[in-house]
């Protein structure tokens, strides 16, 4: 099935900081999506993009549909503590209506 | 705001046994599915559902059945629970229309099949 590539797997960064993190994958993908999971509860959605090129905010975040349209980045200005979760990135692959394709996330710590 | 819930956040079950997993959604979303997330294999689609009794397999239904006979509630059986179906199951919802790929999720009920 389509897999998605995540990166970095984690990351260890210092309250203030910006923080950058990527999807990829080896075919097209019609929609990126992002998701924020905290311990112990369901992941929560943080931006959809359904176009290539398409940058959104949503506050500190922001989140770009690569022009290939086999990737997408979420960028978090000015890290703080709260910002402690699981991020993951998900699409939805051409020809695949409904179901989604999940990175595996990447584990970000705020050290305060 | 969208609310997914799910019946249980824990639960403990003894090899063996029928479990019911339910989950309700309050915004009237046609789509409904059930995800299982285990450390390393990230969320895996086991069933989903695009209106009131009609169900699609996912990647991994085997060893569950599915149930949708009202649209806000879509439910998950394992009719023979085993030890490799300790999971967190997460229950997630979607309108229709452009918007469809945006799911919402519950909780999560964290399974433990001793």
């Known amino acids: 099935g389509q897999q998605l590539n995540q990166s970095p797997q984690s990351m260890f960064i210092q309250e203030g900081e910006d923080v950058s993190m990527n999807c990829t994958s080896s075919?097209?993908?019609?929609?990126w999506l992002w998701y924020k999971q905290d311990p112990g509860e369901g992941p929560v959605l943080l931006i959809a993009l359904y176009k290539a090129g398409e940058l959104t905010s949503n506050g500190r975040l922001t989140a770009q549909f690569g022009i290939t349209r086999k990737d997408s980045f979420l960028n978090i200005s000015a890290s703080i503590p709260s910002d402690v979760g699981i991020y993951f990135c998900a699409g939805q692959p051409g020809g695949s209506n409904y179901k989604l394709t999940f990175g595996k996330g990447t584990l970000l710590t705020v050290n305060p | 705001d969208v609310k997914v819930t799910q019946s249980s956040r824990y639960l403990v079950k003894r090899t063996g046994e029928k479990v019911f997993l339910e989950c309700v959604q309050d915004?009237?979303?046609?789509?409904m599915f059930w995800y299982r997330q285990d450390p390393g294999l990230g969320l895996r689609l086991i069933y989903f559902s695009y209106d009131v009794k009609m169900k699609e397999k996912g990647d991994i239904p085997e060893g569950y059945s599915v149930s949708r006979e009202k649209k806000e509630r879509f439910s998950l059986i394992l009719e023979s629970a085993s030890t490799n179906q300790t999971s967190m199951y997460l229950c997630a919802s979607s309108p229709p229309g452009f918007s469809y790929n945006e799911q919402f999720f519950g909780p999560g009920t964290r399974l433990t099949v001793l």
């Open positions: 075919s097209i993908f019609n929609t």
């Open positions: 915004m009237d979303h046609e789509n």
